[in-house]
């Protein structure tokens, strides 16, 4: 048939023809399950729940005996997202990454503008080191997690940060 049109739907010119339909910056609506994903997998941990966590605490000393008054990092890792929380000087900060960066509660450290991607976390940590003058301890890291048999490979990544 000459002079017939396709009646295949065609594409809106100016939407993108990305599956994921990536918004700012090229950022995956699921980056915060992608990045959780890829910290398991970089593990070699395999969850066998469903909704997975770990939580890793930091302090600045050994071991952590007053959580209200005690310098804190803590990481948060949820098959769905991640955040960090830090206690420092009576202020916290808490943000969490879902499909962005959000600050959940309070920012008094203004952390969001630096929240790094998950990979590059310790070089975070290294910031809040340099600039409030502390040293945290990694290797005494509180860990809650119900990934079983995580633990040597979580200590191993503190280890690295």
């Given at each position: 048939m000459t002079g017939s049109r396709s009646t295949r739907p065609r594409r809106k010119t100016g939407t993108s023809g990305h599956p994921l339909g990536?918004?700012?910056?090229?950022?995956?609506?699921?980056?915060g399950p992608l990045a959780t994903a890829a910290w398991?997998?970089?593990?070699?941990?395999?969850?066998?729940?469903?909704?997975?966590?770990?939580?890793?605490?930091?302090?600045?000393?050994d071991p952590v005996v007053d959580e209200d008054a005690a310098t804190l990092?803590?990481?948060?890792?949820?098959?769905?997202?991640?955040?960090?929380w830090f206690r420092h000087a009576g202020k916290s900060s808490w943000i969490r990454v879902t499909d962005l960066p959000f600050v959940h509660g309070r920012d008094d450290h203004d952390l969001l503008a630096e929240t790094p991607s998950l990979k590059n976390i310790g070089v975070l940590l290294g910031t809040l080191e340099r600039r409030f003058g502390f040293e945290m301890q990694p290797r005494c890291a509180l860990l809650r997690t119900n990934l079983v048999g995580a633990e040597i490979a979580i200590r191993n990544w503190l280890a690295a940060l």
């Amino acid at each position: 048939m000459t002079g017939s049109r396709s009646t295949r739907p065609r594409r809106k010119t100016g939407t993108s023809g990305h599956p994921l339909g990536t918004p700012n910056k090229g950022l995956s609506p699921n980056t915060g399950p992608l990045a959780t994903a890829a910290w398991l997998l970089a593990r070699g941990l395999l969850p066998h729940v469903r909704s997975w966590h770990v939580q890793v605490t930091i302090g600045t000393s050994d071991p952590v005996v007053d959580e209200d008054a005690a310098t804190l990092f803590r990481v948060e890792l949820f098959s769905e997202e991640w955040g960090f929380w830090f206690r420092h000087a009576g202020k916290s900060s808490w943000i969490r990454v879902t499909d962005l960066p959000f600050v959940h509660g309070r920012d008094d450290h203004d952390l969001l503008a630096e929240t790094p991607s998950l990979k590059n976390i310790g070089v975070l940590l290294g910031t809040l080191e340099r600039r409030f003058g502390f040293e945290m301890q990694p290797r005494c890291a509180l860990l809650r997690t119900n990934l079983v048999g995580a633990e040597i490979a979580i200590r191993n990544w503190l280890a690295a940060l």
